[in-house]
């Protein structure tokens, strides 16, 4: 069982910036995929950047030139740089990870007000 704990989550206004973190009980090399995903209130869970331990990246559409993931191999991290927030960034953030099946983390909280 992978255990992940996301962290960074906030408020911020419009045009702001934050950055998550999601730090892993395993080492993060073993893993094939790591992601962010969200989900807003009443809609449902979306990707939103994935990141493969070959170093490939995608990301959504609506993300795309504001959102930058990586991965710190020193702290064992994920990361996810956040630029530009908007209000419908709001959302509670899930950091994924897959090994021999789908890990979640607990989430955190985003929240830009105009």
């Known amino acids: 069982q992978v255990q992940l704990v996301e962290s960074g989550g906030g408020s911020v206004q419009t045009g702001g910036s934050l950055r998550l973190s999601c730090a892993a009980s395993t080492s993060i090399d073993s893993l094939n995929f790591m992601g962010w995903y969200r989900q807003a209130p009443g809609k449902q869970r979306e990707m939103v950047a994935l990141?493969?331990?070959?170093?490939?990246?995608n990301y959504a559409e609506f993300v795309k030139g504001r959102f930058t993931v990586s991965v710190d191999d020193v702290k064992n991290t994920m990361d996810l740089q956040m630029n530009r927030l908007k209000p419908d960034d709001t959302a509670v953030y899930y950091c994924n990870a897959f090994l021999r099946g789908n890990h979640w983390g607990q989430g955190t909280q985003v929240t830009v007000s105009s």
């Open positions: 990141i493969s331990n070959m170093g490939s990246r």
